[in-house]
């Protein structure tokens, strides 16, 4: 577990528990009333800023502080017909267990009969991989930061038995500083202690490892291996394994066969990482170990890790942003859709009024942990 019991915490009002996630989590049918703590009604919809296969992401303004979020909306039918709710239970906690300056925070959280609701920090720096789709490719030092940023979110992650295993340049967030936070937990494994396995077949198919590919069980490397293709990726322009005519059987078999050829513009530092952490066998792999393994890498020998995880080192890049409300780092593709949300089915058949049990949060941060 991840929070621990204290004899010395403040007693939690008997009142505000229903507000707090616990470890049980669940589908219930019964006629639970919906929480009239935090509703949709307290926000207001300003823009789309993102979307997924289960719902669309907003900025929103909560209408009482006026201080905006991310709202992520997911359909609860889809959801439960694509046998998916396990994964958004797995969002859900991770969301509230980790405070971590690289990882996007959970404000609030609620539904609806027919939604879920996540409110999170908006970030309108944009994603990495807009800034890299715009700019081709990022230099060395840029990619350092990234990566060292990136690479203490895992280490969290993994310290407290969490394997990310969706790390993709659409799933790094830019602030308005220039730091980075990891979003979208869907795809996450909790409970995995040490190196110990799990099996199940998940992720963006072109930043796979070996071994989730083989489907026989992987753990906390596999993130090891997205970081050498995000690292790959950030100083080409280029995912070795996104290749246009090849479909997605083929795809697999090249990450299983191929050799990764360096480019010309890689110094020394990066191919010995990026190779070190592209090693197919897992227990070979550049940080299989510990994360220790990486961070005394020569790639990383400038950076200061202590003022890196306290924000003290400037990054290399701020994005362009006039004001709280700039969207010009969002995709145009988002915010040109109309402002709404779908309305709402009340004679679904299929749901009938299906309660998430424990979902609705309420951030009390006299309760959160802080995990370095």
Same mark, same amino acid.
């Given at each position: 577990?991840?929070?621990?019991?204290?004899?010395?915490?403040?007693?939690?009002?008997?009142?505000?528990?229903?507000?707090?996630?616990?470890?049980?989590?669940?589908?219930?049918?019964?006629?639970?009333?919906?929480?009239?703590?935090?509703?949709?009604?307290?926000?207001?919809?300003?823009?789309?800023?993102?979307?997924?296969?289960?719902?669309?992401?907003?900025?929103?303004?909560?209408?009482?502080?006026?201080?905006?979020?991310?709202?992520?909306?997911?359909?609860?039918?889809?959801?439960?017909?694509?046998?998916?709710?396990?994964?958004?239970?797995?969002?859900?906690?991770?969301?509230?267990?980790?405070?971590?300056?690289?990882?996007?925070?959970?404000?609030?959280?609620?539904?609806?009969?027919?939604?879920?609701?996540?409110?999170?920090?908006?970030?309108?720096?944009?994603?990495?991989?807009?800034?890299?789709?715009?700019?081709?490719?990022?230099? *060395?030092?840029?990619?350092?930061?990234?990566?060292?940023? =990136?690479? &203490?979110?895992?280490?969290? $992650?993994? @310290?407290? %038995?969490? +394997?990310?295993?969706?790390?993709?340049? *659409?799933?790094?967030?830019?602030?308005?500083?220039?730091? =980075?936070? &990891?979003?979208?937990?869907? $795809?996450? @494994?909790? %409970?995995? +202690?040490?190196?110990?396995?799990?099996?199940?077949?998940?992720?963006?198919?072109?930043?796979?490892?070996?071994?989730?590919?083989?489907?026989?069980?992987?753990?906390?490397?596999?993130?090891?291996?997205?970081?050498?293709?995000?690292?790959?990726?950030?100083?080409?322009?280029?995912?070795?394994?996104?290749?246009?005519?090849?479909?997605?059987?083929?795809?697999?078999?090249?990450?299983?066969?191929?050799?990764?050829?360096?480019?010309?513009?890689?110094?020394?530092?990066?191919?010995?990482?990026?190779?070190?952490?592209?090693?197919?066998?897992?227990?070979?792999?550049?940080?299989?170990?510990?994360?220790?393994?990486?961070?005394?890498?020569?790639?990383?020998?400038?950076?200061?890790?202590?003022?890196?995880?306290?924000?003290?080192?400037?990054?290399?890049?701020?994005?362009?942003?006039?004001?709280?409300?700039?969207?010009?780092?969002?995709?145009?593709?988002?915010?040109?859709?109309?402002?709404?949300?779908?309305?709402?089915?009340?004679?679904?058949?299929?749901?009938?009024?299906?309660?998430?049990?424990?979902?609705?949060?309420?951030?009390?941060?006299?309760?959160?942990?802080?995990?370095?």
């Amino acid at each position: 577990m991840v929070k621990k019991n204290d004899q010395n915490a403040p007693e939690v009002d008997q009142s505000k528990k229903s507000l707090l996630a616990t470890d049980k989590y669940g589908l219930n049918n019964s006629a639970d009333h919906y929480s009239n703590e935090i509703n949709k009604q307290d926000f207001k919809i300003l823009k789309v800023i993102g979307r997924g296969s289960f719902g669309k992401v907003y900025l929103v303004q909560k209408k009482d502080t006026e201080k905006l979020y991310a709202m992520k909306t997911l359909k609860k039918d889809v959801t439960i017909q694509s046998s998916t709710y396990q994964s958004t239970k797995a969002e859900r906690e991770i969301l509230e267990k980790i405070n971590h300056p690289f990882i996007v925070k959970l404000h609030f959280a609620f539904q609806t009969p027919q939604k879920l609701y996540f409110i999170m920090d908006f970030l309108n720096g944009g994603e990495l991989f807009y800034h890299l789709k715009r700019e081709g490719r990022f230099t *060395e030092q840029r990619t350092v930061f990234y990566a060292a940023e =990136i690479l &203490l979110a895992l280490e969290c $992650l993994h @310290k407290n %038995g969490i +394997i990310y295993r969706d790390l993709k340049p *659409e799933n790094v967030l830019l602030d308005s500083e220039g730091h =980075i936070k &990891l979003t979208d937990f869907g $795809l996450s @494994k909790q %409970g995995v +202690i040490g190196n110990r396995n799990t099996y199940t077949f998940c992720g963006t198919p072109e930043y796979l490892a070996p071994e989730i590919v083989k489907g026989k069980g992987h753990n906390k490397a596999v993130d090891w291996w997205s970081l050498g293709l995000m690292i790959y990726e950030m100083l080409s322009g280029i995912n070795p394994f996104k290749v246009r005519n090849k479909n997605k059987f083929e795809k697999l078999q090249m990450i299983l066969e191929d050799s990764i050829d360096m480019q010309p513009q890689f110094s020394e530092d990066a191919c010995s990482l990026i190779q070190g952490l592209l090693t197919k066998k897992p227990k070979d792999r550049l940080g299989y170990n510990g994360s220790d393994e990486i961070k005394e890498h020569p790639f990383f020998s400038g950076v200061d890790w202590n003022k890196m995880l306290r924000k003290v080192i400037e990054p290399p890049y701020k994005p362009r942003i006039q004001g709280d409300y700039d969207l010009s780092n969002i995709d145009r593709v988002f915010t040109r859709e109309p402002a709404q949300e779908t309305p709402e089915e009340y004679n679904n058949k299929y749901l009938k009024d299906v309660k998430f049990e424990n979902f609705t949060y309420v951030q009390e941060s006299n309760l959160n942990t802080s995990f370095n």
